[in-house]
C-alpha cells in the first residue's frame, strides 16, 4: 500500500480531553491511475460517545492533470 501524505490535521481539546479531530490524507492508488483522497473525523461527545465519520474519493489521475492544465490556462482576475 502506497503511503498518504497528510494535507489537514486538527484537533480541538477540549478541557480533559479532546473534542473533535479532523484529517484529510491523499493518495495513489495501487494501480497509480488514481489519486485517493480521505476524509477522517471524529467528534467525542461528553457522555464518552463517539461519532466517526470517513469518506474516500477516487479521481482519476488522468482528469486532475486535465483539469489543472484547463485551470492553469484561464484568465486570472486583476488584483
Not at 503511503?3 to 494501480?31: I, K, M, N, W, Y
Not at 477516487?58 to 484547463?70: D, F, G, H, S, Y
Request: one cysteine or more; aromatic letters at 6%; glycine letters at 6%.
Amino acid at each position: 500500500m502506497n503511503d498518504a501524505v497528510s494535507l489537514f490535521r486538527r484537533v480541538e481539546c477540549g478541557t480533559e480531553q479532546p473534542v473533535l479531530l479532523h484529517e484529510l490524507e491523499a493518495r495513489v492508488s495501487e494501480d497509480g491511475r488514481e489519486l485517493i483522497v480521505s476524509r477522517y473525523r471524529e467528534r467525542y461527545g461528553e457522555s464518552g460517545d463517539t461519532q466517526r465519520h470517513e469518506v474516500h474519493r477516487r479521481v482519476p489521475i488522468a482528469t486532475l492533470l486535465k483539469w489543472m492544465a484547463r485551470e492553469g490556462t484561464a484568465p486570472q482576475p486583476s488584483r
